[in-house]
């Protein structure tokens, strides 16, 4: 499943999808793209509108969660950036080829 996100989703300039370097295996428990633009919040908005169900699964960095607050001054850039533009498909091996083209087919819209 992982293998046909990133071939339908490599030519989107506005997607970062997952590095994996060509001697290793991924498990792919979470599908997690990198949404540029500060389109992510719009590009979960118009799945969930077309029944897709996304996840952002750390919303708030780490330096800036309460239990973490003494930390709060550090200036973590790339932990900002991604906190902010991260989301996560639906990927399991239950899903049907159908589910998974109904999902490619909305992000590539969105993106047209």
């Known amino acids: 499943m992982a293998n046909i996100y990133n071939d ?9 999808i997952p590095f994996k370097l060509c001697n ?14 500060g389109k992510r919040d719009d590009l ?3 799945l969930d509108q ?8 750390y919303p708030i960095p780490v330096h800036k969660q309460k239990a973490f607050s003494k930390y ?9 950036v991604l906190a902010t ?6 990927i399991h091996t239950e899903i049907e080829n159908s589910s998974q083209k109904y999902i490619i ?5 969105f993106f047209k």
């Open 24 to 37: 290793s295996t991924h498990v792919f428990h979470q599908y997690t793209l990198k949404v540029q633009n």
């Open 8 to 16: 339908a989703f490599k030519d989107i300039k506005e997607l970062q």
């Open 44 to 46: 979960i908005k118009y």
């Open 85 to 90: 533009s991260c989301l996560s498909l639906p």
């Open 72 to 80: 709060s001054s550090i200036n973590l850039i790339n932990t900002d």
């Open 50 to 57: 077309n029944g897709i169900d996304t996840r952002v699964y």
């Open 105 to 109: 087919d909305n992000v590539l819209n």
